[in-house]
């Protein structure tokens, strides 16, 4: 069965967690409330213990970690995390076989958001033709980020005035992640109960937009990397797990910066349109273009990776430490002081 990221909760409300599910896709904010669901469904359905294996390193070990009872519970779930755009030939073989394992108390999530057009795939065909579930979410163009906004607005039952609206539609620059943030911030003000009209909203986002992670964004960008650390500090500081939309937003900002590094000019327009990079933050990352040569875009784009990683389980290591040394280390290069 197909299904799109946004419809998971609601379709396993009524439903069992099958034996293997997929999440795949562009967003990465419904892929991770997908992930969410899943996991709530299959503790609904018994399955207690929880075990990760990640593609790169595991995949070969895959078929025998479904065949091997569990030593601590009765039920478990197996979460299979894929970091590339297509499966190789070792991975599209087991996940192939898959099709014929019986998985009578074992539940399998393959977590794979990069993964570009599995159902062309043989492997998918052997998977999802027999009732299990693919999940997959889609960038959101601005009128379904839109209604998106509206659902959440509505779901936390937050009323705002249309200007208010559009408002925070502007200043979560078609990113989910911050208008989470920016939602579950307006539920807890006092005045949340009240209709929320364009001057309140731009006091309470005001109130909390000098250290978010937007702004972390733009001293990266901007490389004003001491006033990065002191941003990076500040958010360790007020939220230590709220990791996601920084690796997120890095990721974001380098993959735009290297396409239009690789671009002319006249081809600039649909990049941004790929990322769903509104007009108003295109002078951005124009400007960054003339702070980071290429070499220093790669390097963030491999501390992204790194801090995916780390986020993941995948690799050790203390995530804030290690953006905070990275962002330190380029504000003493910036400076020439000694390191």
């Not at 998918?124 to 009128?143: C, D, R, T, V, W």
């Not at 490389?223 to 890095?250: G, H, Q």
Request: proline share 4%; glycine share 4%; hydrophobic share 45%.
């Amino acid at each position: 069965m197909n299904l799109a990221a946004q419809d998971t909760a609601h379709h396993l409300k009524a439903h069992p967690l099958p034996a293997i599910s997929l999440i795949y896709g562009s967003e990465v904010l419904l892929n991770a409330e997908a992930l969410d669901a899943l996991r709530a469904r299959a503790t609904a359905d018994g399955f207690s213990e929880r075990q990760r294996l990640y593609g790169d390193t595991r995949i070969d070990t895959l078929i025998a970690e479904l065949e091997t009872p569990s030593l601590f519970a009765p039920r478990r779930l197996l979460e299979l995390y894929l970091d590339h755009k297509k499966a190789d030939k070792v991975t599209a073989d087991t996940l192939t076989r898959l099709a014929e394992l019986p998985l009578d108390n074992t539940r399998l999530i393959i977590y794979a958001p990069n993964l570009e057009k599995p159902h062309t795939t043989a492997w998918y065909k052997a998977l999802f033709s027999k009732g299990n579930l693919a999940i997959a979410s889609q960038a959101l163009y601005p009128e379904q980020f839109a209604k998106q906004i509206r659902a959440r607005l509505n779901a936390a039952k937050l009323r705002l005035t249309e200007a208010a609206y559009e408002l925070l539609l502007a200043n979560c620059q078609g990113n989910l992640f911050a208008a989470k943030q920016a939602i579950e911030r307006l539920t807890i003000h006092p005045q949340a109960h009240n209709i929320i009209d364009e001057t309140l909203l731009t006091e309470l986002l005001d109130d909390f937009s000098q250290f978010n992670t937007f702004a972390l964004s733009d001293a990266i960008l901007g490389a004003d990397w001491l006033n990065a650390w002191r941003i990076a500090a500040r958010l360790e500081a007020e939220n230590p797990r709220d990791t996601t939309l920084v690796t997120w937003l890095i990721q974001r900002d380098m993959s735009v910066l290297i396409g239009l590094a690789n671009l002319n000019p006249g081809e600039h327009s649909a990049h941004y349109q790929q990322y769903n990079i509104f007009a108003g933050q295109q002078r951005r990352y124009q400007a960054a273009l003339g702070k980071h040569s290429r070499a220093a875009q790669r390097t963030l784009l491999k501390l992204a990776a790194r801090l995916d990683r780390i986020t993941k389980g995948a690799e050790h290591g203390d995530y804030w430490h290690t953006l905070k040394q990275h962002l330190l280390l380029r504000a003493q290069q910036q400076r020439q002081l000694p390191i």
